[in-house]
């Protein structure tokens, strides 16, 4: 069955239909393995340019049949060929006989045999390289008498004085012994895997191996019983040496009563107390200071240069808020409570951003600590990767556990801080599983002072993860799973592949994956398929979420490893970079960075950026220089100077994630890879209590109700389908009906809409708004016929809380391809009595991006840098499959855009749930509301996904847009990766992202203001209309205030303002036409807002009681207003872009 050719094993169904396509016959076929029934088989046959599926199930006694229309009498086969031969004929229920089988491509020849250095890829070999540090060419029989030496020199008083103690055990003799017989264990180890190996090729099926025959066959071999029984012989002395010297010892304490000088015995360290942390700062623009954290004490005091005494000691419950300015890296400002009714602020600038960042997470460390919190609402998460060369570790790794080398690293002030949560993921670790958990733990002990405690470890050969926590999080991890995956030759060795583990930390979820790809310079697709097959194999996570893709199952997933992409650059020109540390031209080139840039591979995977130099391939022993030739039988191959290791992340929307350094080492060298290390600060939800005991009645409960939903897959499939909800806060998974409405004229790909009749009304197990907000909807699109999926997505309940339905737009995923886009209409009704929310601990540090003229001052979220994506162009010649103008909502796209997209700012669920907000003009003011509780992603590259932040480019009015501008004036908010209309490389794109930029357009009728003037078509299409997503950028919490007027000008600059300015308005309505408002002139009226003067100073409820019931309507009148003075405002809102 499986050397069929048509059989092409685990492939997708997007891959299989593609294969079809390309065949372009009726009647060609092929056969895969079903993805929705384990064991079964999928039949996929092209008929009229449409992909059929049929499901082939074994039965009870492993007969084979297919699920064909009703009427056909199922037919029984034992093989899969047999029963391709039978429909191969006519009138078996079949859309038209198998007619041209599709074959698989030939799996390629040449895989990675060897190692990266040239060593054979084996099973774990555990034998010491003792050759390779620092010239050393002591051998083993010299390294084991030093050992014994330096323990009766140096240790056995220790141990004699433990004795004395009352302490039994010989803790540095047992030390001593493991590091001596550490070649013997790693030798033994090496040979038992191999023996294993080999046992199983001759084994029988019935019964295992016969004690009678393995002794026969020690007997009647010299060798093999001389090697066991010095194996028995090392057995004995290892279990009784350690009696004997026990014995000795006490013999030689109660007999001789001896009295031996008094040596220090070595207790286990008590946890260390923060130091007090002192920065020296300028505030002002002469006057220095410094700053005295104490964490302990939850103090922080500002003392003057010369001055004794502190002028101001600041305790933590004290301190509001801190605000980063993003145009000066190394400002902050401090904003606490002097008394119950005054608040001021302090501008304090250090002497660089590093030392910035140390003192803000020394304040939020100590916010932590003195919280009153039972479950913390943030952990620190250490990620480090490293491949080991086959090499024993140095002795101390202190710069890589404490994140210090080169890149953006810790400072020393917090660098001794331990995590809540390591993860070490490494390849070619030639030590043993239990050595290196050890050596691991007991390394931290020695720089934290902590006895951490074992999560989990996963092994594949020589590829390793093992995961760390804090003493005090142990009984917060739960549900642990581990998986491996090998993609060494023909998928079966385990030289390369995978390791990952998962657990919940209370409620939320953590997925970690340690891989290492296939090397070489020339194998980018080959890497790019180990990727495929590892996401597909990993088994990890919710068993019930095991058909979603794996990168959505978790609330943060971390990737990292060798993953092993290279540079396509030239020797010489690489290396005068990295001289230079022009590492951008490097990043250029870099092949992982170029397949993200394709949607090859980690598709919305996050990282930062990279500011340390390639971490491969160096000369052992020092940092100095690479080597790049290796030298091998079959002549000299080239390893250029690359990026090969790598930590990446995924997490869901609106969640927080923040990246505090990323980096590598510089003084660990005993391999020719330099340890990688990565610090996050996460966001994490606790198991929640509600206040209140759910109510009887409908309105005292929550519920989640869906208006109408629009999903374009690409397939060549005509199926019915049906959407699955999954939830943690839904008892039991629910699904829809059957769509409403379908259309295939775009071949290729499958229109489907389901109405508000066809979608369930979900109702969540707990109602109150805190629980809520941190809540995701996972949903899958599948067919009726198969129960395949043809696509996930994930959709965060926090932007869809309110009263009138949200719409939201995102992609559709499956297997880490990008298979499709939904988009919908929906909304979260939250009971009145609980809506009571809390701020969280990570959401009081905001950010400003530049200083204003203002006299109060706002915040608003980072500038961000830009990020790489696939290249912006134009698509490729049009072709029955991939045209992407077909790829439509509403048919033959307009390019013609008569003004560029409003873009508002971003939501806030407050509005709609929560009456009594008052929001005011101070950072200072705690606003008590739904947005204070929200949780926003750090992650860069979400920010600049969205449409919600504009590009540089503008559009003039009346022009026609190319379509690399519609592009970037509209797309799902669930964020593509920015395009760069620069880039270079590979020109594709796919027809999904094109049509969703020609698609999005709603007809509305121009209004009064706009820039439609007479002269102009009245059916051209009008204003794009924004609206939120459920992936759309992080929210605006009630600690950054209102938006301020650099953020306004900002948008302008962007073209979001399309008209003139035209004529001077004279009263509240004429001001409000210039922005298309007028439709609120009435409410605004009846409620006494008639005056330009006091307009000025209306609130966010003033605008909510005066009808103003649209919250991006409230905050666009907001917007303008705060950046008008009372003289402009008489002349009406600014709506030309700023030059």
Same mark, same amino acid.
């Given at each position: 069955?499986?050397?069929? !050719?048509?059989?092409?094993?685990?492939?997708?169904?997007?891959?299989?239909?593609?294969?079809?396509?390309?065949?372009?016959?009726?009647?060609?076929?092929?056969?895969?393995?079903?993805?929705?029934?384990?064991?079964?088989?999928?039949?996929?046959?092209?008929?009229?340019?449409?992909?059929?599926?049929?499901?082939?199930?074994?039965?009870?006694?492993?007969?084979?049949?297919?699920?064909?229309?009703?009427?056909?009498?199922?037919?029984?086969?034992?093989?899969?060929?047999?029963?391709?031969?039978?429909?191969?004929?006519?009138?078996?229920?079949?859309?038209?006989?198998?007619?041209?089988?599709?074959?698989?491509?030939?799996?390629?020849?040449?895989?990675?045999?060897?190692?990266?250095?040239?060593?054979?890829?084996?099973?774990?070999?555990?034998?010491?390289?003792?050759?390779?540090?620092?010239?050393?060419?002591?051998?083993?029989?010299?390294?084991?008498?030093?050992?014994?030496?330096?323990?009766?020199?140096?240790?056995?008083?220790?141990?004699?004085?433990?004795?004395?103690?009352?302490?039994?055990?010989?803790?540095?003799?047992?030390?001593?012994?493991?590091?001596?017989?550490?070649?013997?264990?790693?030798?033994?180890?090496?040979?038992?895997?191999?023996?294993?190996?080999?046992?199983?090729?001759?084994?029988?099926?019935?019964?295992?191996?016969?004690?009678?025959?393995?002794?026969?066959?020690?007997?009647?071999?010299?060798?093999?019983?001389?090697?066991?029984?010095?194996?028995?012989?090392?057995?004995?002395?290892?279990? !009784? @040496?350690?009696?004997?010297?026990?014995?000795?010892?006490?013999?030689?304490?109660?007999?001789?009563?001896?009295?031996?000088?008094?040596?220090?015995?070595?207790?286990?360290?008590?946890?260390?107390?923060?130091?007090? $942390?002192?920065?020296?700062?300028?505030?002002?623009?002469?006057?220095?200071?410094?700053?005295?954290?104490?964490?302990?004490?939850?103090?922080?005091?500002?003392?003057?240069?010369?001055?004794?005494?502190?002028?101001?000691?600041?305790?933590?419950?004290?301190?509001?808020?801190?605000?980063?300015?993003?145009?000066?890296?190394?400002?902050?400002?401090?904003?606490?409570?002097?008394?119950?009714?005054?608040?001021?602020?302090?501008?304090?600038?250090?002497?660089?951003?590093?030392?910035?960042?140390?003192?803000?997470?020394?304040?939020?460390?100590?916010?932590?600590?003195?919280?009153?919190?039972? #479950?913390?609402?943030?952990?620190?998460?250490?990620?480090?990767?490293?491949?080991?060369?086959?090499?024993?570790?140095?002795?101390?790794?202190?710069?890589?556990?404490?994140?210090?080398?080169?890149?953006?690293?810790?400072?020393?002030?917090?660098?001794?801080?331990?995590?809540?949560?390591?993860?070490?993921?490494?390849?070619?670790?030639?030590?043993?599983?239990?050595?290196?958990?050890?050596?691991?733990?007991?390394?931290?002990?020695?720089?934290?002072?902590?006895?951490?405690?074992?999560?989990?470890?996963?092994?594949?050969?020589?590829?390793?993860?093992?995961?760390?926590?804090?003493?005090?999080?142990?009984?917060?991890?739960?549900?642990?799973?581990?998986?491996?995956?090998?993609?060494?030759?023909?998928?079966?060795?385990?030289?390369?592949?995978?390791?990952?583990?998962?657990?919940?930390?209370?409620?939320?979820?953590?997925?970690?994956?340690?891989?290492?790809? *296939?090397?070489?310079?020339? /194998?980018?697709?080959?890497?790019? $398929?180990?990727?495929?097959?590892?996401?597909?194999?990993?088994?990890?996570?919710? /068993?019930?979420?095991?058909?979603?893709? @794996?990168?959505?199952?978790?609330?943060?997933?971390?990737?990292?490893?060798?993953?092993?992409?290279?540079?396509?650059?030239?020797?010489?020109?690489?290396?005068?970079?990295?001289?230079?540390?022009?590492? #951008?031209? @490097?990043?250029?080139?870099?092949?992982?960075?170029?397949?993200?840039?394709?949607?090859?591979?980690?598709?919305?995977?996050?990282?930062?950026?990279?500011?340390?130099?390639?971490?491969?391939?160096?000369?052992?022993? =020092?940092?100095?220089?690479?080597?790049?030739?290796?030298?091998?039988?079959?002549?000299?191959?080239?390893?250029?100077?690359?990026?090969?290791?790598?930590?990446?992340?995924?997490?869901?929307?609106?969640?927080?994630?923040?990246?505090?350094?990323?980096?590598?080492?510089?003084?660990?060298?005993?391999?020719?890879?330099?340890?990688?290390?990565?610090?996050?600060?996460?966001?994490?939800?606790?198991?929640?209590?509600?206040?209140?005991?759910?109510?009887?009645?409908?309105?005292?409960?929550?519920?989640?109700?869906?208006?109408?939903?629009?999903?374009?897959?690409?397939?060549?499939?005509? =199926?019915?389908?049906?959407?699955?909800?999954?939830?943690?806060?839904?008892?039991?998974?629910?699904?829809?009906?059957?769509?409403? +409405?379908?259309?295939?004229?775009?071949?290729?790909?499958?229109?489907?809409?389901?109405?508000?009749?066809?979608?369930?009304?979900?109702?969540?197990?707990?109602?109150?708004?805190?629980?809520?907000?941190? $809540?995701?909807?996972?949903?899958?699109?599948?067919?009726?016929?198969?129960?395949? +999926?043809?696509?996930?997505?994930?959709?965060?309940?926090?932007?869809?809380?309110?009263?009138?339905? &949200?719409?939201?737009?995102?992609?559709?995923?499956?297997?880490?391809?990008?298979?499709?886009?939904?988009?919908?209409?929906?909304?979260?009704?939250?009971?009145?009595?609980?809506?009571?929310?809390?701020?969280?601990?990570?959401?009081?540090?905001?950010?400003?991006?530049?200083?204003?003229?203002?006299?109060?001052?706002?915040?608003?979220?980072?500038?961000?840098? *830009?990020?790489?994506?696939?290249?912006?162009?134009?698509?490729?010649?049009? +072709?029955?499959?991939?045209?992407?103008?077909?790829?439509?909502?509403?048919?033959?796209?307009?390019?013609?855009?008569?003004?560029?997209?409003?873009?508002?700012?971003?939501?806030?669920?407050?509005?709609?749930? $929560?009456?009594?907000?008052?929001?005011?003009?101070?950072?200072?003011?705690?606003?008590?509301?739904?947005?204070?509780?929200?949780?926003? +992603?750090?992650?860069?590259?979400?920010?600049?996904?969205?449409?919600?932040?504009?590009?540089?480019?503008?559009?003039?009015?009346?022009?026609?847009?190319?379509?690399?501008?519609?592009?970037?004036?509209?797309?799902? /908010?669930?964020?593509?990766?920015?395009?760069?209309?620069?880039?270079?490389?590979?020109?594709?794109?796919?027809?999904?992202?094109?049509?969703?930029?020609?698609?999005?357009?709603?007809?509305?009728?121009?209004?009064?203001?706009?820039?439609?003037?007479?002269?102009?078509?009245?059916?051209?299409?009008?204003?794009?209309?924004?609206?939120?997503?459920?992936?759309?950028?992080?929210?605006?919490?009630?600690?950054?205030?209102?938006?301020?007027?650099?953020?306004?000008?900002?948008?302008?600059?962007?073209?979001?303002?399309?008209?003139? =300015?035209?004529?001077?308005?004279?009263?509240?309505?004429?001001?409000?036409?210039?922005?298309?408002?007028?439709?609120?002139?009435?409410?605004?009226? #009846?409620?006494?807002?008639?005056?330009?003067?006091?307009?000025?100073?209306?609130?966010? &409820?003033?605008?909510?009681?005066?009808?103003?019931? !649209?919250?991006?309507?409230?905050?666009?009148?907001?917007?303008?207003?705060?950046?008008?003075?009372?003289?402009?405002?008489?002349?009406?809102?600014?709506?030309?872009?700023?030059?």
């Amino acid at each position: 069955m499986t050397a069929a !050719s048509w059989y092409h094993r685990d492939i997708s169904r997007v891959v299989a239909e593609d294969l079809l396509a390309k065949a372009g016959k009726d009647g060609c076929f092929l056969v895969r393995d079903s993805e929705s029934v384990s064991g079964a088989y999928a039949l996929c046959l092209l008929f009229q340019r449409h992909v059929h599926t049929y499901r082939i199930l074994p039965d009870e006694e492993g007969l084979l049949s297919v699920q064909t229309i009703q009427g056909i009498q199922a037919k029984c086969f034992r093989t899969l060929t047999d029963l391709i031969g039978a429909y191969q004929q006519p009138n078996n229920g079949l859309v038209i006989p198998l007619l041209y089988p599709v074959n698989r491509a030939r799996e390629p020849v040449d895989e990675d045999s060897d190692g990266e250095d040239g060593r054979a890829s084996h099973p774990p070999s555990l034998v010491p390289h003792s050759g390779n540090i620092a010239g050393s060419t002591s051998g083993p029989a010299s390294d084991f008498m030093g050992f014994m030496a330096e323990y009766l020199s140096h240790h056995l008083q220790l141990d004699l004085e433990a004795l004395r103690n009352g302490n039994l055990q010989l803790k540095h003799l047992s030390t001593a012994l493991v590091t001596a017989c550490r070649g013997l264990h790693s030798e033994i180890d090496f040979t038992l895997a191999g023996l294993e190996t080999l046992a199983k090729v001759f084994d029988p099926p019935a019964s295992p191996r016969s004690p009678v025959r393995e002794q026969g066959l020690l007997a009647s071999d010299p060798d093999l019983e001389l090697l066991l029984s010095k194996i028995s012989t090392v057995n004995h002395l290892l279990s !009784s @040496l350690e009696k004997k010297v026990l014995k000795t010892l006490q013999e030689t304490v109660t007999k001789h009563k001896l009295a031996l000088p008094s040596v220090a015995v070595a207790h286990p360290p008590a946890a260390k107390p923060m130091a007090v $942390q002192n920065f020296e700062v300028k505030v002002g623009k002469t006057q220095r200071a410094s700053l005295t954290v104490d964490v302990e004490s939850g103090t922080m005091a500002i003392t003057k240069r010369g001055c004794s005494s502190p002028e101001e000691t600041i305790s933590q419950d004290k301190i509001l808020q801190l605000i980063k300015y993003q145009s000066m890296q190394s400002k902050v400002r401090l904003v606490y409570d002097r008394d119950q009714h005054r608040s001021l602020t302090r501008d304090f600038i250090f002497q660089n951003a590093r030392k910035r960042e140390a003192f803000c997470q020394l304040l939020q460390l100590m916010k932590i600590q003195h919280s009153n919190l039972d #479950e913390p609402d943030l952990i620190s998460v250490y990620v480090g990767t490293w491949n080991m060369g086959s090499a024993p570790p140095p002795r101390s790794m202190a710069s890589w556990l404490t994140s210090r080398g080169l890149g953006r690293t810790q400072d020393e002030t917090t660098a001794g801080i331990p995590h809540d949560i390591y993860v070490i993921g490494t390849q070619e670790n030639s030590l043993g599983d239990r050595e290196w958990v050890e050596f691991l733990r007991a390394s931290l002990k020695t720089l934290m002072s902590i006895d951490f405690r074992v999560v989990a470890l996963q092994c594949l050969w020589s590829i390793k993860i093992v995961v760390l926590v804090k003493p005090e999080h142990e009984c917060r991890i739960s549900h642990v799973n581990t998986s491996s995956v090998k993609t060494g030759i023909a998928n079966t060795l385990g030289n390369k592949g995978a390791v990952g583990v998962s657990f919940l930390f209370n409620g939320t979820s953590f997925g970690f994956v340690n891989c290492h790809l *296939a090397s070489g310079s020339e /194998k980018t697709h080959r890497r790019n $398929q180990n990727y495929s097959d590892i996401l597909r194999s990993l088994v990890l996570g919710d /068993k019930r979420l095991s058909s979603f893709d @794996l990168t959505l199952r978790f609330t943060h997933l971390f990737w990292f490893g060798d993953l092993n992409y290279r540079l396509d650059m030239e020797v010489q020109d690489i290396l005068a970079h990295v001289n230079k540390k022009e590492f #951008e031209a @490097l990043l250029a080139v870099d092949q992982l960075t170029l397949e993200r840039e394709k949607n090859k591979v980690f598709l919305r995977f996050s990282e930062e950026d990279i500011s340390f130099p390639p971490t491969y391939r160096y000369e052992r022993g =020092s940092r100095d220089s690479y080597v790049w030739q290796k030298f091998k039988t079959t002549g000299v191959r080239i390893n250029v100077p690359s990026w090969c290791d790598r930590i990446l992340w995924k997490s869901r929307p609106e969640t927080h994630v923040l990246c505090n350094s990323y980096g590598c080492t510089d003084d660990i060298v005993t391999s020719d890879h330099s340890p990688v290390f990565a610090t996050f600060e996460v966001g994490v939800t606790s198991q929640f209590v509600p206040r209140k005991a759910p109510g009887s009645s409908p309105e005292s409960l929550a519920c989640i109700e869906w208006d109408s939903i629009e999903v374009i897959v690409k397939t060549a499939s005509r =199926s019915k389908c049906y959407i699955e909800f999954h939830s943690y806060c839904l008892e039991e998974s629910q699904r829809s009906g059957e769509n409403s +409405s379908q259309s295939s004229d775009i071949p290729g790909f499958l229109k489907l809409s389901w109405s508000a009749k066809q979608l369930p009304v979900l109702s969540p197990i707990l109602s109150d708004l805190e629980y809520l907000l941190d $809540q995701h909807l996972l949903l899958s699109i599948k067919g009726m016929d198969s129960c395949e +999926s043809y696509g996930e997505c994930c959709i965060a309940m926090r932007s869809m809380i309110g009263s009138l339905a &949200q719409q939201f737009e995102t992609f559709l995923f499956h297997r880490g391809e990008e298979t499709g886009s939904m988009r919908g209409w929906m909304k979260v009704r939250v009971p009145k009595d609980r809506r009571s929310t809390r701020e969280r601990l990570y959401e009081w540090i905001s950010f400003e991006t530049d200083e204003t003229e203002s006299d109060f001052p706002t915040l608003s979220k980072p500038t961000l840098r *830009a990020v790489r994506s696939r290249p912006l162009s134009l698509p490729d010649a049009a +072709s029955s499959y991939t045209n992407p103008a077909y790829f439509i909502f509403e048919g033959v796209p307009n390019t013609w855009a008569q003004c560029p997209s409003l873009s508002e700012p971003p939501y806030s669920p407050a509005s709609d749930t $929560q009456a009594d907000r008052h929001p005011g003009h101070s950072p200072c003011r705690r606003l008590q509301s739904l947005t204070g509780a929200q949780a926003y +992603s750090s992650s860069k590259e979400q920010l600049q996904r969205s449409p919600h932040y504009p590009v540089s480019e503008t559009t003039s009015c009346g022009h026609q847009l190319s379509l690399s501008q519609i592009g970037r004036h509209k797309r799902p /908010k669930s964020a593509i990766l920015t395009r760069d209309p620069q880039t270079s490389g590979d020109c594709s794109l796919t027809a999904l992202h094109m049509a969703w930029c020609l698609s999005d357009v709603d007809t509305e009728p121009p209004k009064r203001g706009s820039c439609l003037g007479p002269s102009q078509p009245e059916g051209r299409k009008n204003l794009l209309r924004h609206t939120r997503s459920a992936l759309e950028p992080p929210q605006q919490s009630c600690w950054e205030g209102a938006r301020s007027q650099r953020d306004t000008r900002r948008l302008n600059r962007a073209g979001e303002w399309p008209c003139g =300015s035209g004529d001077h308005p004279r009263s509240v309505g004429r001001w409000l036409s210039r922005l298309g408002l007028e439709q609120y002139e009435a409410g605004l009226y #009846e409620n006494g807002w008639d005056d330009l003067e006091f307009f000025r100073n209306i609130t966010d &409820q003033d605008l909510l009681d005066a009808g103003v019931l !649209s919250p991006t309507h409230r905050k666009l009148i907001q917007a303008k207003l705060h950046e008008s003075s009372p003289r402009s405002l008489q002349q009406g809102p600014s709506l030309k872009p700023n030059p």
